[in-house]
């Protein structure tokens, strides 16, 4: 993948950055407005769009370079996202469901890029759910951000594999006779050690969960209920505007403490809970009205289970883990892009290669 892209300046330059919109700048001299991509096309009022303001300003607050940044998608309402946030960045679209595919490849290609991937619940949860699960349970190094309204919008509204059983279609005659697929329960099963649910609507929330996601050394999924506006916003679908807004049941409030930022944390002991990251960052979460730990596993299942079976929904992060390998330290991969590599490190010996063909005899 390459760019043309604007490289970032560097500390010295930051008081001659220009500044644009507002004025403000990073700590990198950017604005707000060198972290946002064309404009939307999507349907006016789409949940889409409230994710793509919080991709931008998460990543405007972080100080990431967009040069850094490779976006990932594959098919769908959903997968035209990122043209719409970082235009600076690498980019990939890939063919439908193949999204897990090509960013296992990137990120192994080049460790160096930070990698953000949108997908939607049919590129991942029906034509792609076989390799969205693999990707799970190899821990490949990204950011997994699912907009899910449970629909098809690009071919009129179908329901989706996450539909929830019940939910009227548009036109009130077709109700769906499914089973749902839970995007974050199968996450954990799969061994995922960083699975969260939020609604586009509550942007606050998301935001803090992408700063978290950034941090995570691993898959870190994101499951964002984003409701359809033209073809799944009606009395009936549990994906709408009023549904989600009326069922919302957040875990917690969350703030993020970046770890190149003074630790000042100012709570009552037992009324927070600060979960480190795996480079040294803090998601401090408040508890609201449950005494929950994202840290057990166990308790995570059962919630979802508990979701699934009274149609509730529970907002934030589900479950956390820090004991955890990424796919290139599995491999034992080097941190330089690979394709920067010398033929000397790339081209085994005469002696190393005999030694691998006596090892295969």
């Known amino acids: 993948m390459t760019t043309t892209a ?3 300046p560097e500390k010295s330059e930051e008081k001659n950055a220009a500044p644009r919109s507002n004025g403000k700048v990073n700590a990198i001299g950017l604005s707000l407005n060198d972290y946002k991509g064309t404009k939307s096309t999507l349907c006016k009022g789409c949940g889409h ?19 850094t940044v490779a976006k990932l998608s594959g098919i769908g309402c959903s997968s035209k996202t990122p043209n719409y946030f970082l235009e600076q960045a690498h980019g990939l679209n890939s063919v439908h469901g193949r999204m897990s595919t090509i960013s296992t490849g990137s990120s192994l290609a080049n460790r160096s890029l930070s990698n953000i991937g949108v997908s939607g619940d049919g590129d991942t949860a029906s034509i792609g759910l076989g390799n969205f699960l693999h ?39 077709e109700v769906n006779q499914n089973e749902p697929v839970d995007i974050c329960a199968l996450a954990i099963q799969m061994g995922c050690r960083f699975v969260a649910r939020s609604f586009s609507g509550d ?21 964002i209920v984003s409701p359809c506006v033209t073809f799944n916003n009606h009395e009936g679908s549990t994906k709408s505007v009023s549904y989600a807004r009326e069922h919302e049941d957040p875990l917690h409030e969350i703030g993020f403490i970046p770890h190149h930022d003074p630790i000042l944390v100012d709570y009552k002991p037992g009324e927070s809970l600060d979960v480190r990251m795996h480079d040294g960052s ?48 599995k491999m034992n991969m080097v941190e330089e892009p690979l394709a920067s590599l010398s033929e000397e ?3 085994p010996s005469n002696d190393v290669f005999n030694e691998i063909m006596e090892s295969l005899k």
């Open 6 to 8: 604007k490289v970032a």
């Open 49 to 67: 769009d409230a994710i793509t303001s919080s991709i931008v300003k998460a990543c405007m607050e972080l100080d990431i370079n967009p040069t």
């Open 135 to 173: 990707m799970l349970r190899r821990n490949v190094r990204m950011v997994y951000i699912v907009e899910n309204n449970g629909c098809y919008g690009l071919t009129k509204g179908q329901f989706s594999a996450t539909a929830d059983q019940g939910s009227v279609k548009k036109g009130g005659k």
């Open 203 to 223: 942007t606050q929330q998301v935001k803090a969960l992408i700063k978290a996601a950034m941090a995570h050394d691993g898959t870190a999924l994101i499951d």
């Open 282 to 329: 803090l998601i401090t979460l408040n508890k609201l009205e449950y005494d929950y730990d994202p840290r057990d596993k166990k308790k995570a299942v059962e919630l979802l289970h508990d979701a699934i079976e009274n149609q509730h929904f529970y907002t934030g992060l589900i479950y956390c883990s820090t004991d955890s390998v990424s796919f290139g330290d």
């Open 345 to 347: 490190r790339v081209r």
